[in-house]
């Protein structure tokens, strides 16, 4: 070091500490150089010092098995214990990527040792790998502030696992790159968001984020079907939306995966994915363990420790003054340095004390340190060097006082700061207008190099000004290239485009209308329709105001509000707005007539009859065409014909597919349900165009009803959770609701599980129809009939109006008339009665006939009625109604004296039951044949056991021998024609079933039944 640079350097940098004056910074000893530093260095490791003192997280109980880590997460497959020759403490580790499961990201793990004062959570932590080890999957959940020992625990439980033979793999995310989409898993399980899925592209860009979701979910389910993977993740608080929401998916698959979630983060700040993420898992039961300081006895035994000897009275006041923290209490101890406790006064923070440190450094090295800071940990020398404008040997030179002092560390083949702690110490001491100066300097750097958009948007980002165009271009730029993979961290890029902006540019409109249109595709709804009514309302011109109100009707329309949604499109087809008709005027009207065709099926004839008759070429418009005439005529009652044109209506979309147009919406599969087209309607949905995106709630709530409809109640019951499972991934639940509530509610009222039903019903919306039949019919078997009356008579006018009653009763009308009946409400009965036989009319399907005299019959008490519709029922594929049918047939044959046939049709029906699950209406069955004489005992066929082997399901057992051969749930479910989740959800009922708590367990009953 130069005599100049030996003398004593005052260098002021101001802390944001409230009532504080700027710290000044005392260089009091300069940092000896080593000779020979004008050598160039054959390559950058060789330039680098050993790094002698490494700063403090994780510390031994013995001085001999200290390891201090300034928690840069150097996790990697180093062997415990390891020893470095004349050293008493293991080195800083040089981090190694993990070979065990694959390649992936650069993953760095290290032995880590005992730590102080973490016996609590250490014992959770270990307690969960004992259990992946075993082959059983879960999370746990780590809070802690900044520097108390978060990242320790990560390292220690990695070390734990990998003695358990566990695979890991960590990451942490990045402050700066909060808005790079995946970002956490591009590192840890080397995915790239750019390349295409391997299992076909998606067109729009909300199928091609849940294809790399799902590519994430399996890379992991990949790893751990080779050995149990510990997924460690940290600063959670800087996740990107999508890593959140992937998190989200994980911990739901770590049920039926060894897969264990060790999820860090501080409490600030707290994203909403984040906090969505905390609050499911916290449900789930998962360990939410709150890391705080140390003990005065913990951080007394450290700074022992730290100084090889018993503490005097002075040193244990200051280490009891560090507050447990122990960062501080090693930078108290230690001192900035490294040769015992500071002699001078206490520090008021850790920030002070690490400022204390790096107040050590040169000029020359601090100004380094500050672009080092502006960076994305870890940060490579080539772009350090071409940043600050030196050359690497230059650039080493200046490294060399940083890394000795244990500021910097290495990474990989970059270097990064040892702790988070002192990057933000550094970045935050830099005056801001600095800071923007510096980030301003890096994005125009590497703008030149040719970086990508959102590297160079980011830096710019951060040292904007109000208005700046540049920064502008560079966030639509990013956000451009985001949006094919990711399209809710670029509404998230176009947001912040929108804010630089500034109120007064003249591309704030153009902006926000992108702004709109990504927030629609990303399922950001509340925002949508937010932005778009504050456009409205500044009256904007007449394309803009079209294309707004085109994009919030289409977020009131996944959102399920129809009238809204008609309302914000109706000025555009009346003519009463400033908009004209524009060039997707077709496409407008069509619209338009699909959400008419719902509200007002009467009144929507002109635009239906308009809207099919305008010979549009837009396929599009063709499909809400074919979709409009489809719904107005299903719901008059006649099924078939709404049957075929929903059918066309889903060719239309296939033929969109085959000549690589976006699809966006699901074939109209409720058309085709209604009139018992189920074959055609499961062909339709195994197609993998629908196998993805924010479609899988209101296909795997159509499926659950078809199965309950057909008495497959298992697979309804599967389809039913993972309905639930995906809305809840997507937090959308739109067109599942309803169905959801009714097959769980009916089958947990049918086999007799009415807690589950009660649970169930409590979800049930006051104005969903068919979600309150089934709550009236838990009353009555609760025993409320007050409550159920009060049910009945607040669906009154829903169920009388025609012709939308005909529509609501087609598959409620079994619960809701003998929930009447049982009411004494006659009246009611013989109305939805009536409606039901008048349906038998117009439908054109054979299982409205029989629906029409089954409810003539079971109001009248007519057997001959109700046999009659027995025999129609036999044609049709609607089990439960054919079950229900004998079982009404028999009572009314036994009240008029004909007990033979009465005890044909209730052995048939309690035989339906029993094959369905449903012990509690067989039960009853059971109850009224013993009163014509007959005990089925063992006559009839053997009820399936609830638990153990023949418990489960033809379904559940093909999953299980797939399963035992090794396949991952995609590939299950596409041998199965069913999706991942799917498969996921009849795991999670095995596991129920035969007791077990792992796929491993789960295999070697498969194994033993097989082989058996």
Not at 660 to 687: G, N, S
Request: charged share 25%; with cysteine.
């Amino acid at each position: 070091m130069s005599s100049k640079a030996s003398a004593v350097v005052m260098m002021a940098l101001p802390l944001p500490r409230p009532g504080r004056s700027a710290l000044p910074i005392t260089r009091a000893r300069p940092v000896p150089r080593r000779r020979g530093r004008g050598r160039t260095p054959r390559n950058p490791q060789e330039a680098l010092p050993p790094l002698s003192m490494p700063g403090p997280t994780l510390v031994g109980r013995g001085a001999a098995d200290i390891r201090y880590d300034y928690g840069h997460r150097p996790w990697a497959d180093a062997p415990a214990g390891a020893r470095m020759p004349g050293r008493s403490a293991p080195p800083h580790p040089r981090p190694v990527r993990e070979e065990r499961g694959g390649a992936g990201g650069p993953f760095r793990e290290v032995a880590m040792p005992t730590l102080y004062g973490r016996e609590t959570e250490r014992s959770v932590l270990h307690r969960l790998v004992g259990e992946l080890a075993g082959g059983r999957g879960g999370a746990a959940l780590l809070e802690g502030e900044p520097g108390i020992g978060k990242t320790g625990l990560l390292g220690d439980a990695c070390d734990h696992a990998r003695r358990h033979g566990c695979s890991v793999r960590a990451a942490a995310a990045e402050e700066f790159a909060s808005r790079r989409p995946f970002a956490l898993f591009t590192r840890a399980l080397g995915i790239d968001p750019a390349e295409p899925a391997p299992h076909g592209r998606d067109r729009t860009p909300e199928g091609a984020e849940s294809a790399l979701a799902d590519r994430v979910v399996e890379a992991a389910e990949r790893l751990a079907a080779a050995h149990p993977l510990v997924l460690a993740c940290d600063d959670l608080q800087w996740a990107d939306w999508s890593s959140a929401a992937v998190l989200h998916r994980l911990a739901r698959s770590a049920a039926t995966t060894p897969l264990l979630l060790l999820l860090c983060f501080r409490p600030a700040p707290r994203p909403p994915g984040l906090a969505r993420l905390r609050r499911a898992l916290a449900a789930a039961g998962a360990p939410y363990l709150r890391v705080g300081p140390l003990t005065a006895e913990d951080a007394r035994r450290m700074a022992a420790d730290l100084l090889g000897g018993p503490l005097d009275a002075r040193t244990r006041e200051r280490v009891d003054a560090a507050g447990g923290h122990p960062v501080f209490v090693e930078e108290l101890v230690r001192g900035p340095e490294g040769s015992g406790p500071v002699a001078a006064g206490l520090p008021a923070s850790v920030n002070e004390a690490i400022l204390a440190r790096i107040g050590l450094l040169e000029d020359p090295s601090l100004d380094v340190l500050r672009y080092a800071a502006a960076f994305d940990a870890p940060f490579g020398l080539a772009d350090l060097a071409l940043v600050t404008g030196r050359d690497v040997p230059a650039l080493l030179d200046l490294l060399r006082d940083p890394i000795a002092l244990g500021v910097l560390t290495e990474a990989g083949d970059r270097y990064a700061f040892r702790h988070d702690l002192l990057r933000e110490a550094v970045y935050g001491a830099t005056p801001r207008p600095i800071r923007a100066a510096l980030h301003t300097h890096i994005g125009r750097v590497l703008a030149e190099q040719d970086r990508d958009a959102l590297t160079v948007a980011s830096h710019l980002n951060r040292g904007a000004s109000p208005g700046d165009p540049e920064v502008v271009t560079w966030l639509v730029r990013a956000s451009d290239d985001t949006r094919d993979h990711a399209p809710g961290a670029a509404a998230e890029l176009m947001e912040r485009a929108v804010a630089v902006a500034g109120t007064d540019s003249p591309r704030r409109r153009p902006l926000r209308r992108r702004l709109l249109h990504l927030q629609v595709e990303a399922g950001a709804l509340d925002e949508a329709v937010g932005l778009g009514e504050s456009m409205l309302a500044e009256r904007p011109p007449a394309p803009e105001e079209e294309s707004v109100r085109r994009a919030v009707a289409e977020a009131r329309l996944w959102q399920g509000r129809f009238a809204d949604a008609a309302a914000m499109l109706a000025p555009l087809v009346a003519g009463e707005s400033n908009a004209g008709s524009g060039p997707g005027g077709s496409l407008l009207a069509a619209w338009y007539a699909f959400l008419q065709a719902w509200l007002d099926p009467t009144g929507a004839d002109p635009l239906v009859d308009g809207a099919l008759s305008s010979g549009a070429t837009d396929r599009e418009a063709r499909y809400f065409a074919l979709v409009a005439d489809a719904s107005r005529q299903m719901i008059r009652g006649r099924l078939s014909y709404a049957a075929d044109q929903a059918a066309a209506a889903g060719s239309i979309l296939l033929e969109m597919h085959r000549r690589e147009q976006a699809v966006r919406w699901l074939p109209p599969m409720k058309h085709l349900c209604a009139a018992d087209r189920y074959t055609e309607v499961a062909d339709r949905l195994r197609h993998p165009l629908w196998q993805r995106g924010r479609h899988q709630p209101l296909r795997q709530s159509i499926l659950a009803a078809m199965h309950y409809t057909r008495g497959e109640w298992d697979d309804a019951s599967a389809a039913a959770e993972t309905a639930i499972a995906a809305a809840d991934d997507l937090d959308s639940a739109w067109g599942s609701r309803s169905d959801t509530v009714c097959v769980r509610g009916l089958v947990a009222i049918g086999r007799g599980r009415l807690d589950d039903a009660e649970r169930v019903a409590a979800d049930a919306a006051p104005a969903d129809l068919a979600a309150q039949s089934v709550a009236a019919q838990l009353d009555q078997a609760l025993g409320r009939r007050k409550a159920a009356e009060e049910r009945i008579a607040a669906a009154r006018k829903q169920l009388l109006a025609e012709p939308l009653s005909r529509h609501l009763l087609r598959d409620t009308w079994t619960v809701w008339l003998p929930v009447c009946l049982e009411a004494g409400d006659h009246a009611m009965a013989e109305s939805i009665a009536a409606s039901v036989a008048g349906l038998a009319d117009t439908a054109g399907v054979p299982s409205a006939a029989a629906a029409g005299l089954f409810a003539r019959g079971l109001v009248a008490g007519d057997p001959d009625a109700l046999t009659a519709a027995v025999e129609e029922y036999r044609h049709t594929p609607r089990i439960v109604e054919l079950a229900q049918c004998r079982e009404a047939a028999g009572g009314a044959l036994a009240g008029r004296g004909h007990r033979d046939d009465a005890r044909e049709h209730l052995r048939a029906a309690a035989e339906s039951y029993e094959r369905m699950g449903a012990a509690r209406h067989a039960a009853r069955v059971d109850a009224a044949l013993r009163e014509l004489g007959v005990c089925r005992g063992r006559r009839g066929p053997r009820r399936r056991p609830e638990t153990g082997w023949e418990s489960l399901t033809a379904t559940e057992r093909a999953v299980a021998e797939l399963v035992w051969r090794g396949l991952l749930y995609r590939e299950i479910g596409e041998r199965l024609f069913i999706s991942r989740r799917t498969v996921e959800t009849h795991v999670l009922h095995m596991f129920a079933k035969l007791g077990v708590n792992s796929r491993r367990e789960l295999a070697e009953v498969v194994r033993a039944h097989t082989t058996s």
